[in-house]
């Protein structure tokens, strides 16, 4: 089956062939371009219909070289030297199809780059769902602070002691890191200057576990500078226990 019409335009391949190439399932390999088309990783191919081995019409997806060269790259790398024979029994200028090395370099490159990119947007969307999950826990007002809680200024003390942490770290790992403590609640500030301002409280226990699982996580830089994937650029650390 030859699929690769529109000779005015550039040839294209079916997402039928690209089964059959790779001995799949025709709706599987159908999903996987879907997906990549959906991340960006390659251009959404047009659609195409064809007659099966019963005779029976299919919609197929016919997609350019550049892409199947991604797509055979995602679903099974060992078949790469069947997709550059196919290219070239289907092109003329058998010196513009690429080598099997260089194609697929290229190819995992981008698949690379998909997924990084990826990661970045979920770590982003952890940490806006963790802010707005404990801005919303924090919306209780009480009159006193609870016992075996302690404020942002409580917290900077007491982990300085502990961990020799700056108060700019100390607030960065409290804001940035999606497993931060979530607030005890919003406390009252009684003091006539305050204006009737509230400020958030925390558990002890719950910041020291925050601060013990961050120490763990990061990476020495030097003898006395760490870095953390979630902060930006080096900072101090000592334990103090």
Aim: hydrophobic share 40%; proline share 5%; with cysteine.
């Amino acid at each position: 089956m030859d699929v690769l019409a529109n000779a005015a335009g550039p040839l294209r391949m079916s997402s039928q062939e690209i089964a059959d190439l790779l001995e799949k399932r025709h709706d599987k390999v159908k999903q996987s371009i879907g997906r990549l088309a959906e991340r960006g990783t390659i251009k959404h191919p047009p659609l195409g219909e064809v007659k099966n081995h019963l005779n029976q019409t299919v919609e197929v997806y016919l997609v350019n070289e550049r892409d199947s060269y991604v797509v055979v790259a995602q679903l099974s790398p060992e078949f790469t030297a069947r997709l550059v024979d196919y290219w070239q029994a289907h092109k003329n200028d058998v010196a513009q199809i690429p080598t099997t090395a260089e194609a697929f370099a290229h190819a995992f490159r981008m698949l690379a780059d998909a997924e990084q990119r990826d990661a970045k947007r979920e770590q982003r969307l952890n940490l806006i769902d963790a802010k707005v999950e404990r801005i919303e826990t924090a919306q209780t007002v009480l009159s006193a602070r609870p016992a075996n809680s302690e404020s942002i200024v409580h917290i900077r003390n007491r982990i300085w002691r502990l961990f020799g942490l700056s108060d700019s770290t100390i607030d960065a790992v409290m804001r940035q890191t999606p497993y931060a403590p979530k607030p005890a609640g919003m406390v009252r500030n009684e003091h006539a200057e305050a204006e009737g301002s509230t400020y958030a409280v925390y558990w002890q226990k719950d910041v020291t576990a925050t601060f013990e699982r961050f120490s763990a996580e990061c990476t020495p830089a030097s003898k006395h500078f760490f870095t953390h994937p979630y902060i930006k650029g080096r900072f101090k650390m000592a334990r103090r226990e």
